[in-house]
Every structure is written in structure tokens, then in C-alpha cells.
């Protein structure tokens, strides 16, 4: 069972910038979507970024303009450039994928595994 584990987190201040990575003990080759979710304190989980394996990216509004996704296959990772930061991108940061690999749109995409998280605080 590939895992994953996520890094990059930690304080920053308002306008910042940080990367996020999401390292994949085996292969992510095959799967066909990863996503990055975030969940703030008293908040849903939010999905704000994915992408596919083929390339295609969508991204929340709340993150679009200051935020890019990227995979690397062949280092098994997955990135979450964040840029610009607001104090209300506070949350804890979940990666996430889609281990099917067939990408048909984006209402169909499912998650089926995912990292532990690591906290992202931007501070005023």
C-alpha cells in the first residue's frame, strides 16, 4: 500500500510563500488524479487544488492565481506552490489521490488515499 507524507508546513507571514510536497512511497505513476485539500479549525475539509496524471490542473477559487500544483512522476511527488498567503489559508493541508487511472472529469473523481497533513499558519 503506497503512502503518503506530506511536508513543507509552518509559519509564514501575510504575503509569504511556501511549497508544499507530498512524497509517495511507491509509485504515483498510474494514479490518475492527486489533490491537495486543506481543513481549517471548525471548518469542512476543503479541496483546492489537483491534478491529473495527464497534466490538467483545477483549482479552487479561494487559491486560484496564487496557488500552483505539479507532479513528478518520477520522484513520486507531488507540489503545492502557495503564494501570496492570507491569514485565511490557515489550515492543516491534506494530500490526496485518486488511485484509479482513468481521469473522466472532475465530478468523478474519487479519493481513496491520503497523507496525515501538515499545518500551514500564516500570521498577521
Known amino acids: 500500500q503506497v503512502q503518503l507524507v506530506e511536508s513543507g508546513g509552518g509559519l509564514v507571514q501575510v504575503g509569504g510563500s511556501l511549497r508544499l510536497s507530498c512524497a509517495a512511497s511507491?509509485?504515483?505513476?498510474?494514479?490518475?488524479?492527486m489533490g491537495w485539500y486543506r481543513q481549517a479549525p471548525g471548518k469542512q475539509r476543503e479541496l483546492i487544488a489537483a491534478?491529473?496524471?495527464?497534466?490538467?490542473?483545477n483549482y479552487a477559487d479561494s487559491v486560484k492565481g496564487r496557488c500552483t500544483i505539479f507532479r513528478d512522476n518520477a520522484k513520486k511527488t507531488v507540489y503545492l506552490q502557495m503564494n501570496s498567503l492570507k491569514p485565511e489559508d490557515t489550515a492543516v493541508y491534506y494530500c490526496?489521490?485518486?488511485?484509479?487511472?482513468?481521469?473522466?472529469?472532475?465530478?468523478?473523481?474519487?479519493?481513496?488515499?491520503w497523507g496525515q497533513g501538515t499545518q500551514v499558519t500564516v500570521s498577521s
Open positions: 490526496a489521490a485518486d488511485k484509479r487511472p482513468i481521469f473522466a472529469d472532475w465530478n468523478t473523481v474519487r479519493y481513496d488515499l
Open positions: 511507491g509509485s504515483i505513476f498510474s494514479f490518475g488524479v
Open positions: 491534478i491529473t496524471n495527464g497534466g490538467r490542473t
